[in-house]
């Protein structure tokens, strides 16, 4: 899959070395954390010289910010035939769920998408643009198409301050999961 930069439109060769300094990014994480993470790093670990690293990325925020939009761009979402038989609130569920878990297996990455997000780069602000309303589109599907525009933003609301509070360390993605199922259901029940 051929993601779009933040930046510019990608051929395939650079879509490949925009994924390979991604991939390293996460690699990176694994070992240095957020704070010690740098492009520089990443860019040796994926093999690039940093100059063509910051062509792609302005910080490592958008570095970071970068990886996680592709995993949500790429997480299945509810199919609509699938969910026919379902309630709203089930549908709402396991989509907050689901976006819930996509980082839960990686502990350090989701403190650093939490750090990132929070950034004041201009290409963070877009794709923290772009993760919000791909979010808030995912939430609008499930609830339905004559769904109220205040519970769609108490739900954004519930799952931005939920995922803040997990990348802060107050609990576990897991915990996270199932606090939002609860809180959920009590907003749409």
């Known amino acids: ?45 994926a093999g690039v010289a940093p100059a063509t690293a910051y062509t792609y990325f302005s910080s490592k925020e958008h570095l970071i910010a970068e990886v ?41 990455l989701a403190a650093a998408v939490t750090s990132a997000l929070l950034g004041q780069d201009p290409d963070v602000e877009h794709l923290r643009g772009r993760i919000g309303l791909d979010i808030r589109n995912r939430i609008a599907e499930a609830l339905g198409p004559d769904h109220d525009p205040d519970e769609l933003e108490a739900l954004e609301l519930l799952y931005a301050g939920a995922l803040v509070r997990a990348g802060m360390g107050y609990g576990t993605y897991e915990r996270l999961a199932d606090r939002l199922e609860r809180s959920a259901r009590l907003l749409l029940e």
């Not at 709402?92 to 990686?106: F, K, P, Y």
């Open 68 to 108: 996680f939009w592709r995993r949500l761009a790429t997480a299945p979402t509810a199919d609509a035939a699938e969910a026919e038989g379902t309630d709203r609130a089930d549908r709402v569920v396991a989509v907050l769920r689901g976006i819930a878990l996509l980082l839960a297996d990686e502990p350090e």
């Open 1 to 45: 899959m051929n993601l779009e930069s933040t930046r510019r439109r990608l051929t395939e060769r650079q879509a490949d070395t925009v994924a390979r300094l991604t991939q390293a990014a996460v690699e990176v994480l694994r070992e240095e954390k957020f704070t010690g993470l740098t492009v520089r790093m990443v860019a040796a670990r």
